[in-house]
């Protein structure tokens, strides 16, 4: 899928939803019925989270630290 797609479809809040989840460690990212219920995301999106994480990264945390 085209990066800048990715970066349309997936939301500054949504990353954030999932990114939280990632830092408590509450359990495997790759747990996906899991981080459904934690994250409150559908699965296709946690997906895409998934598979495109850097480009999301550099996005929501790295520009910001740079800002």
């Known amino acids: 899928m085209d990066k800048e797609i990715v970066k349309e479809i997936i939301s500054k809040a949504d990353f954030w939803k999932y990114e939280s ?4 460690g509450l359990t495997n990212m790759c747990d996906l019925p899991i981080v459904e219920i934690l994250t409150k995301l559908p ?3 946690i997906i895409l989270i998934l598979q495109n994480y850097k480009i999301l990264k550099e996005k929501y945390i790295n520009k ?3 800002e």
């Open 21 to 24: 989840c990632r830092r408590s």
């Open 64 to 66: 910001e630290k740079n």
């Open 43 to 45: 699965r296709d999106k």
